[in-house]
């Protein structure tokens, strides 16, 4: 079985910084050939795609977060990570690990990240 765990959330204040983590577990060695993704849910909105990284290291990332957000993987570790720097009260919101291995999609629980102004 599939679990995805996120960990790393909090609440800071604006200008600092953040790193989410997520393992990966039950997935063997197809976690170092999946593509790994980021997602955020703030109140009222949909779900977003915050960034992506693919097996070969290719990273793409929201506009938004170009630029402040860094993700990572250490294939050794099942850990996919998210350093985010310069947190903007905006950037508040529930961010979601996410992964497709075959035709099924997987996400995490969830880690609540409060940025105050």
């Known amino acids: 079985q599939v679990q995805l765990v996120e960990s790393g959330g909090g609440l800071v204040q604006a200008g600092e910084s953040l790193r989410l983590s997520c393992t990966a577990s039950?997935?063997?060695?197809?976690?170092?050939?999946?593509?790994m993704c980021w997602y955020r849910q703030s109140a009222g909105k949909q779900r977003e795609l915050v960034a992506a990284i693919t097996r070969g290291g290719n990273t793409n990332y929201a506009d938004s977060v170009e630029g402040r957000f860094t993700i990572s993987r250490d294939n050794t570790k099942n850990t996919v990570y998210l350093q985010m720097n310069s947190l903007k009260p905006e950037d508040t919101a529930v961010y979601y690990c996410?992964?497709?291995?075959?035709?099924?999609?997987?996400w995490g629980q969830g880690t609540q990240v409060t940025v105050s102004s």
């Open positions: 996410n992964t497709q291995i075959l035709v099924q999609t997987y």
């Open positions: 039950g997935t063997g060695s197809i976690f170092s050939m999946s593509t």
